[in-house]
């Protein structure tokens, strides 16, 4: 990653309100062991209960999060398109925008730019490179996810 594009930095900061990066039908996210552990403590749940309950599986057999089934979209994207477990949200949604496969190439950065207000926005701020090697590290952990609930 070292000489990558983003090294030195790129604007960003979240737009409130916005939403538009989870109200994609068809999105896949994936869950790590701590992503489940602290989402199924904040909703009081055991991780076994909360797997059962919001969760899915890949055809692979990885943990993935549930969609609604009438229009695909996240099962927490509320009516004002906030996510109603923010707090403790997955990594994978935490380092949206930098995942490796955005940061790939000019071009497909330049599609989630377009569809990104806060790359563009006047707030922006810039994230250093430094930041963005661990959410791209954090992501590529989440993608792998896992199988096998095993209580500890
Ligand atoms: S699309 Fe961009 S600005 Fe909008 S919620 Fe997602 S990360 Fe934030």
Redesign the pocket.
């Known amino acids: 990653m070292r000489g990558a594009w983003w090294a030195d930095g790129v604007h960003?900061?979240?737009?409130p309100d916005?939403?538009?990066?989870?109200d994609e039908p068809g999105g896949i996210v994936y869950l790590s062991r701590n992503d489940v552990k602290r989402i199924a403590e904040h909703a009081k749940l055991s991780v076994r209960e909360y797997l059962k309950r919001d969760c899915t599986t890949t055809l692979d057999g990885r943990y993935i999060l549930r969609s609604n089934q009438s229009d695909g979209i996240c099962i927490y994207l509320d009516g004002k398109k906030q996510c109603g477990i923010y707090e403790v949200r997955p990594q994978q949604c935490k380092a949206?925008?930098w995942w490796a496969e955005n940061l790939r190439s000019k071009r497909s950065w330049n599609k989630v730019k377009s569809?990104?207000?806060?790359?563009t926005?006047e707030d922006a701020i810039l994230i250093r490179g430094e930041e963005i090697r661990l959410h791209v590290h954090s992501d590529r952990q989440s993608t792998q996810g896992f199988r096998i609930w095993e209580d500890a």
């Open positions: 960003f900061s979240c737009q916005c939403g538009r990066c989870c949206f925008p569809s990104c207000p806060g790359l926005a």
